[in-house]
């Protein structure tokens, strides 16, 4: 159980172009769900939680406008990288909380995304 | 705020021998504590979580995580290696919220090689 899927698995695209990621859970509801980066050889960084209905609450850092979030099911959440510039290709991971007490977080494969 | 430490950044260890891959944490209150395994070019994998209890946790593919908070410390441990536990090892805190850990801070991630 708790599976995270996330779609797609590899993107590459022109620069000045818009790429939107996808994450699902898949056999749960997940009412928050996270949005990570990660650089080549380097560790996850939080970009922004993700809320459903509501809106995304971002990392100091982390342009709003830039990396779009639209949580709109208790199974989808999406983020959007607009006008997209070589410096955003990097690994994106999303994650999501089952329902219940003390529960962890369960993540995609990750998308990784290349802007040329 | 909050930080995860992982000191080794790669570990060599000969098939069959004993794991330890150190993590220690700085959080101000009780902290979730996590450890996941990713492969090249995949998403994460949780392998054991600690939220309160008995300090030793077990976790799949026969790791266990002890929780010492004297020392700030959860490190990860496998009696006996195999060649598929070569990967890169996250440990993770999170603070509480509701259900559940809410965003994760990562260590830099412990690169783990295993010697035939």
């Known amino acids: 159980g708790a599976v995270v899927s996330q779609h797609p698995s590899w993107v590459i695209c022109k620069s000045g172009t818009s790429v939107k990621i996808e994450c699902r859970s898949l056999?749960?509801?997940?009412?928050?769900m996270f949005w990570y980066r990660q650089f080549p050889k380097q560790s996850l960084m939080l970009m922004a939680t993700s809320n459903e209905g509501s809106k995304a609450t971002y990392e100091q850092g982390v342009e709003k406008d830039k990396f779009l979030i639209n949580h709109a099911s208790l199974t989808l959440s999406t983020l959007t990288v607009t006008s997209a510039h070589p410096e955003d290709s990097s690994f994106y991971i999303c994650s999501a909380r089952s329902p219940g007490i003390n529960q962890p977080q369960h993540f995609g494969d990750g998308t990784r995304l290349s802007i040329l | 705020a909050q930080s995860v430490t992982q000191p080794d950044i790669h570990i060599t260890v000969s098939e069959g021998a004993s794991l330890e891959l150190r993590c220690n944490y700085s959080?101000?209150?009780?902290?979730?504590l996590f450890w996941y395994v990713q492969s090249p070019g995949q998403g994460l994998q949780l392998l054991l979580k600690?939220?309160?209890?008995?300090?030793l946790v077990q976790g799949i593919k026969g790791f266990e995580a002890e929780f010492k908070r004297s020392q700030s410390s959860f490190n990860l441990r496998k009696p006996s290696v195999h060649w598929s536990d070569a990967a890169e090892y996250f440990c993770a805190v999170g603070p509480y919220s509701g259900g559940g850990a809410d965003g994760l801070t990562f260590g830099k991630g412990t690169h783990l090689i295993i010697q035939p």
């Open positions: 600690y939220f309160s209890g008995d300090t």
């Open positions: 959080y101000g209150a009780t902290p979730y």
């Open positions: 056999d749960f509801q997940a009412t928050t």
